[in-house]
């Protein structure tokens, strides 16, 4: 696709750098969870359920990117 790679040859994709994104969160939460140390402020639950609980299911878990 005319666009997406730099003249370095580096994809610049808006999915790809989601993808990587959540490659790289993932990647640094996992020896955490796996561990069961990952703490979480039960506020912060609280806060993203009541800003999201407006969305229906198919919004929330439709995904950015079609090709992924």
Known sequence: MPGLWS???VYRGRC???HQKEARIIDTLEPIMN????????????WDYD??????????????????
Request: net charge positive.
């Open 35 to 46: 561990q069961h140390r990952l703490a979480v402020c039960s506020s912060l639950v609280d």
């Open 7 to 9: 003249s370095t040859g």
């Open 16 to 18: 790809w750098s989601k």
């Open 51 to 68: 800003n999201t609980a407006s969305y229906t299911t198919d919004e929330v878990n439709k995904s950015v990117c079609s090709t992924r």
